[in-house]
């Protein structure tokens, strides 16, 4: 427990990062209300809109800062037009690179389907779903795969012309988010929805692929270690289907990188759309937390966004924080976050355009930021 404190760095980023992330910050303000707040926010600017004007990502300072920060939150990063010369896209040393430099193997995505919370299939299918069907975690490794910087072009221009991306698996790499995966799926109360199995779905292409096969190995060794957990297993082209046509199979379910990134998108479908979905990145001392929703640029401006992913941002840095340093001020208030939240869905006051409602993303800040007052810390 760190009684100073906890140092949170925040990078509100491109579009309507901001925007959401000032109704975070609003939020968190309101949980701090009446007492010492447990935490001290710094703001730093960075990203794409940053580049085009200052032709650099972020300031050195921004960076020192958030690899000494106790938690990070970022926003979102990317803007059309911003891309640093060797054409990657600019702001990804907010994202990427954080990844990378602080080792933040396991990207953490909940997708839970809240009471309240509707979804955009339209018809016979609006009702598959429930909040009885989908509640799972991915576990997506998130320092190699195909994300390894490795990759090139040769014969720029001609008629040969040849892009590579190199895909490495390591032992270390698979071994450490399948351990991941596995000690969520031991602690996660209620399992599967289906039938409560403590379950790890392994999602991989092992039918062909080498370092498929090599994740799924892995993910067998590791796995005999917890023999509670039921070892279970996809291909990524079949579970796309199951995970749309039977979420509640599933409790964890681990990828490699890439597989990861593309199942994600498709599980916050399930969870109401990417207003809701939200991120954490985890290291060994270190973690960042974003909505992965992005930057937006046609809805930037308008306040009209969804903030719900922020707020489950926040509400995994307080949790984690509150593990990791044993305090349970934090988790305590990871707690009363996630109940105003759930209240303030399940009553529809906070419904935003792609929920169908009419309410700004800084009224929704309001009413979640209200609600966390009337629940009692
Ligand atoms: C995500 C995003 C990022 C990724 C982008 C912004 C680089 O899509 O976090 O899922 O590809 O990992
Ligand atoms: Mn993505």
């Given at each position: 427990?760190?009684?100073?404190?906890?140092?949170?760095?925040?990078?509100?980023?491109?579009?309507?990062?901001?925007?959401?992330?000032?109704?975070?910050?609003?939020?968190?303000?309101?949980?701090?209300?009446?007492?010492?707040?447990?935490?001290?926010?710094?703001?730093?600017?960075?990203?794409?809109?940053?580049?085009?004007?200052?032709?650099?990502?972020?300031?050195?300072?921004?960076?020192?800062?958030?690899?000494?920060?106790?938690?990070?939150?970022?926003?979102?990063?990317?803007?059309?037009?911003?891309q640093l010369p060797n054409g990657d896209l600019a702001g990804?040393?907010?994202?990427?690179?954080?990844?990378?430099?602080?080792?933040?193997?396991?990207?953490?995505?909940?997708?839970?389907?809240?009471?309240?919370?509707?979804?955009?299939?339209?018809?016979?299918?609006?009702?598959?779903?429930?909040?009885?069907?989908?509640?799972?975690?991915?576990?997506?490794?998130?320092?190699?795969?195909?994300?390894?910087?490795?990759?090139?072009?040769?014969?720029?221009?001609?008629?040969?012309?040849?892009a590579i991306d190199t895909r490495v698996i390591t032992r270390?790499?698979?071994?450490?988010?399948?351990?991941?995966?596995?000690?969520?799926?031991?602690?996660?109360?209620?399992?599967?929805?289906?039938?409560?199995?403590?379950?790890?779905?392994?999602?991989?292409?092992?039918?062909?692929?080498?370092?498929?096969?090599?994740?799924?190995?892995?993910?067998?060794?590791?796995?005999?270690?917890?023999?509670?957990?039921?070892?279970?297993?996809?291909?990524?082209?079949?579970?796309?289907?199951?995970?749309?046509?039977?979420?509640?199979?599933?409790?964890?379910?681990?990828?490699?990188?890439?597989?990861?990134?593309?199942?994600?998108?498709?599980?916050?479908?399930?969870?109401?759309?990417?207003?809701?979905?939200?991120?954490?990145?985890?290291?060994?001392?270190?973690?960042?937390?974003?909505?992965?929703?992005?930057?937006?640029?046609?809805?930037?401006?308008?306040?009209?966004?969804?903030?719900?992913?922020?707020?489950?941002?926040?509400?995994?840095?307080?949790?984690?924080?509150?593990?990791?340093?044993?305090?349970?001020?934090?988790?305590?208030?990871?707690?009363?976050?996630?109940?105003?939240?759930?209240?303030?869905?399940?009553?529809?006051?906070?419904?935003?355009?792609?929920?169908?409602?009419?309410?700004?993303?800084?009224?929704?800040?309001?009413?979640?930021?209200?609600?966390?007052?009337?629940?009692?810390?």
């Amino acid at each position: 427990m760190k009684e100073a404190g906890y140092d949170l760095a925040v990078f509100p980023g491109d579009g309507t990062g901001p925007e959401v992330v000032r109704e975070g910050l609003k939020v968190l303000a309101a949980l701090a209300e009446g007492g010492p707040a447990p935490w001290h926010v710094s703001e730093y600017p960075g990203g794409g809109q940053y580049y085009l004007l200052r032709g650099r990502e972020w300031e050195p300072e921004a960076e020192a800062a958030a690899h000494r920060a106790d938690a990070v939150l970022v926003g979102a990063v990317g803007w059309p037009g911003a891309q640093l010369p060797n054409g990657d896209l600019a702001g990804r040393a907010l994202i990427l690179g954080l990844r990378e430099k602080l080792d933040l193997y396991a990207n953490v995505r909940p997708c839970r389907l809240y009471p309240g919370v509707t979804h955009r299939i339209s018809g016979a299918y609006r009702d598959v779903w429930s909040p009885k069907n989908v509640d799972l975690v991915i576990v997506r490794e998130n320092t190699e795969g195909l994300y390894t910087p490795a990759r090139g072009r040769l014969s720029r221009g001609g008629e040969t012309e040849v892009a590579i991306d190199t895909r490495v698996i390591t032992r270390r790499g698979a071994e450490r988010i399948v351990r991941y995966a596995f000690e969520l799926a031991h602690e996660r109360p209620g399992g599967a929805p289906e039938d409560g199995a403590r379950r790890a779905t392994c999602v991989d292409k092992s039918n062909v692929l080498e370092g498929c096969r090599f994740f799924r190995e892995t993910f067998d060794r590791v796995g005999r270690e917890f023999p509670e957990v039921e070892r279970d297993y996809a291909y990524v082209d079949a579970f796309t289907q199951w995970l749309v046509r039977n979420p509640e199979h599933y409790s964890v379910v681990v990828a490699p990188n890439m597989m990861g990134d593309i199942i994600t998108d498709l599980a916050a479908v399930l969870q109401g759309g990417m207003g809701f979905a939200a991120g954490a990145n985890i290291g060994v001392d270190h973690a960042m937390f974003e909505p992965v929703h992005g930057s937006s640029p046609k809805h930037a401006g308008k306040n009209q966004v969804n903030p719900f992913a922020t707020f489950f941002a926040i509400e995994q840095m307080l949790r984690w924080l509150g593990r990791r340093h044993a305090d349970p001020r934090l988790t305590g208030q990871a707690d009363r976050l996630e109940r105003a939240i759930a209240r303030t869905l399940a009553d529809g006051t906070a419904r935003t355009y792609d929920q169908g409602g009419t309410v700004s993303t800084s009224g929704a800040g309001d009413r979640v930021a209200a609600r966390v007052r009337a629940e009692a810390g």
